[in-house]
């Protein structure tokens, strides 16, 4: 009998049902081991030594693979085809052999890029061993982020309570972030005006075009950028007589693009289906592992992680049958299409992400696959197969439009489809389409010298726009671009930044939060070196190369860790560097005053007002800074203890607003008493007069959401006038008070509360609707129940018990339940959209942390009645003797049985 190890179960019963007899296929449930998250894993002045460490799942697995061995004579690893599956394939090897269970057996390595019969089987007939060098770029990795994370995270812990880690490829994609952020905080717009004119051909059809040329030279974006030269240039312009003076038809030709790579399929489903990286891998994974399809569980795609572009003979083949069927021969070309990777290092040479068969279309396979399945599949099948499609014929047409003075030239360009080739199949997805693209206008039959009619000569104010935020989909490609991180790696390094709160998404675009803003801070102001784009990109060419057989690893690490260690004459080195921070931590220390350089722009814009964003609004004397307190990052006056000022760590001001540079007047009460705004710890409120002694004068916080710049001296009188009285209550004869408490606007009548929807309500309501609303409170009564909430959306049944998971809408957003059991929804997944194997994983960790349902009641004891008539207290003593006794017993007796099964 062969064992063959794989990753995942699911692939393991499909594997199984393709060999038949005589094959007992086993999950590995992917790592069975790693470096433990602690001092000395990785021991660099050991020859870099690498202690591993097996994990719970991974113990369970490795001893289900063993026993299942003692009764075999082979065994095969078929774990994934890149670095990572063939590092998984090596560490179970050596776990088993630690166990003494692989001697005297054969030991193979197979791979399959597709999960189908005839890829599945045709591996197994071409065994071979296991490929160390893929072992060891796996291994040179690990190190290389075992090194850097464990020397410069516990630094940032020590000294920046808000950050969570350093990573050597997250820190860079953070860096990316926080950069492009700083460019769109620099960014001041321009100003410019462009010139539109409307024209008519005899026949009555409209042609607009864009000046280009005034006065025969030609226009630059910023030559027209106020509207007194834009209204001049008009002036010029209107009244003259324009005709066709130029038109140039060029033939152009769009090729197909290349099927997907790991990399371009997450851009493109980011682009056109919203799909996260994360998500999209999940999906992908699940259709390559294969799903059920008349009784037979049969992979959809080919592997999905890779860096190739390329696509098997027979595929191809395929591919272009589909194509004759489908769309006709003409869209078929002479000879196939041969892509060769863009990318320097494309990983292990891979295909590209294609369809396990051309002939299964998304039709007809949508009812075996759920609504974000097919999208992907769909997705990917369809650019696969206009990969091998003819090319788009275009015409390019340019007309150019001037008066007979040459006063003025308009120009239009338009583009025709002769022939839509590919593109009757598939167009990618763009980005950030420019709004002055204006290729597709649709042309009239126009001939050099017709005369044309003007309709209208329109200036157009614009202003330059900031570079936009990172998406997934540009974060990515920008990450492929500079040769930083590999295919599976993308969807990690996203998600690591979302889990430490690093970044937060906002219109799916990528935002740095403060903790993410200190540690890139911290990263570049001391340890720029490490964390520069072409150091990373570099390093990830030398895995590459150990990869490819070219270098040896550990002369990779040494090279690292003798300049990250040691330093040289260039630069400092990393430890140099750390005791250094540690001796200059003082209340005015170089980590916070480099932070606060480099962060300065952010956290305190300049004002508008001339002010200095700097300035201490409590004392008008110290500087605000960031200060690293035992709790976390805050920002506080330079002149502490003499002024204690501080608010939270955030942009601007608490909860991004502007921070108030000292008090600021609003005018006097009916009493003559001065009215102020000002900045207090936990944001701007209103103050009415100074402090006497020891009496405080009075204030009020401004509402949540209401700006400090659009306080009035009358909202500032209503506030401070709070609770006022509404009226008396028609029944009761008593009061009714509107205020604003701890959990917001309220009315109080005779001890009870009513809720108010906002503050302004409080401020405005009269007495008819009070008493409405507290006639509506008194008939809900106090301690209600509430309706069961009703499930937003069904994932599916739990493979355990069969009950049903479900997406929840709760009081605080949607939420995961089963049973009793109750989980948020994971960082970095959408509840439209969570598949069920993500929503268990997230069910089972809730519950295992014990938290996320209602404990159950402690069940009471059954009154025992036949025992009744005994003397209670010997028969407690007797009890409590024999309960501890045996206790230690038995947990000896169990322990040992243990250890010598294992």
Known sequence: MKVVVVESPAKAKTIEKYLGPGHRVLASFGHVRDLPPKDGSVEPDKDFAMHYEMSGRGNDSVRAIATALKEADSLVLATDPDREGEAISWHVLEALENRKVVKGKQVSRVVFNEITKTAVTEAMRNPRDIDMDLVNAQQARRALDYLVGFTLSPVMWR?????????RVQSVALRLICERETEIEAFRAREYWTIAGDFLNAEGQKVSARLVELGGKKLDKFDLNNQQTAEAAVAKLSGLKYSVADISIKPAKRNPYPPFTTSTLQQEAARKLGFSAAFTMQLAQRL????????????????????????????????????????????????W????????????????????????????????????????????????????????????????????????????????????????????GIDDKSADDEEGARLPKLAVGDKLDTQGIIPEQHFTEPPPRFSEASLVRKLEELGIGRPSTYAAILEVLRARSYVKMEAKRFVPEDAGWLAYAFLVSFFDQYFAYDFTANLEEKLDEIAEHKLDWKKVLEDFWRDFSRGDDDHVSVK?????????????????????????????PARGDGHDPRLCPACSKGQLGIKAGRTGAFIGCSDYPDCRYTRPLAAGGADGEMALSGPQELGKDENGVDVTLRQGPFGPYVQ???????????????????????????????????????????????????????????????????????????????????????????????????????PLRTI???????????VIDGRYGPYLKHGATNAPVPRGEDHTTISLEAAVAAIAARAKSGKGGKKAAPKKAAPKKAAAPKAEKPAAKKAAVKKAAPKKAPAKKSAGKKDAAE
């Open 159 to 167: 000294k920046l309570p808000a950050a969570k880690s350093a990573g």
């Open 288 to 335: 390559y592992e294969g799903v059920d399809i008349g009784g037979e569980t049969t992979g959809l795609i080919t592997y999905m992680r890779t860096d190739g572009v390329s696509m098997a003979d027979e595929a191809i083949r395929a591919a272009r049958d589909v194509i004759a069927e489908d769309f006709g021969r003409d869209a078929v070309p002479q000879s």
């Open 337 to 428: 299409r041969v892509y060769k990777s863009k990318q320097k290092n494309a990983q292990e040479a891979h295909e590209a992400i294609r369809p396990t068969d051309f002939r299964r279309r998304p039709r007809a396979v949508a009812r075996y696959l759920d609504e974000a399945q097919l999208k992907l599949y769909d997705l990917i099948w369809t650019r696969a197969l206009a990969s091998q499609m003819e090319s788009a014929e275009l015409e390019r047409t340019t007309i150019d439009i001037r008066d007979a003075a040459n006063t003025g030239g308009f120009r239009v360009t338009g583009t025709v489809v002769l022939s839509p080739g590919f593109l009757k199949l598939y167009e990618e």
């Open 576 to 604: 140099d560097a750390i005791t250094r921070i540690d001796e200059n931590m003082g209340r005015r220390g170089e980590v916070l005053d480099a932070i606060n350089k480099m962060l300065e722009a952010h956290f305190f």
């Open 688 to 790: 009415l007069g100074e402090a006497e002694g020891k009496q405080k004068p009075k204030r009020a916080s401004l509402p949540k959401g209401l700006p400090a710049d659009e306080v009035t001296l009358e909202l500032a009188l209503k506030l401070l006038a709070l609770p006022r009285v509404v009226g008396l209550h028609p029944e009761t004869q008593k009061e009714i008070l509107a205020g604003l408490g701890r959990f917001g606007p309220y009315l109080l009548h005779d001890g009870k509360y009513a809720k108010l929807k906002d503050a302004m309500e409080a401020l405005e309501i009269g007495i008819n609707h009070a008493v409405e609303k507290i006639a509506a409170a008194a008939a809900r009564g106090p301690g209600r129940k509430r309706p069961e909430p009703k």
């Open 796 to 806: 599916g049944n739990h493979p355990e018990d069969g009950e049903p998971v479900n």
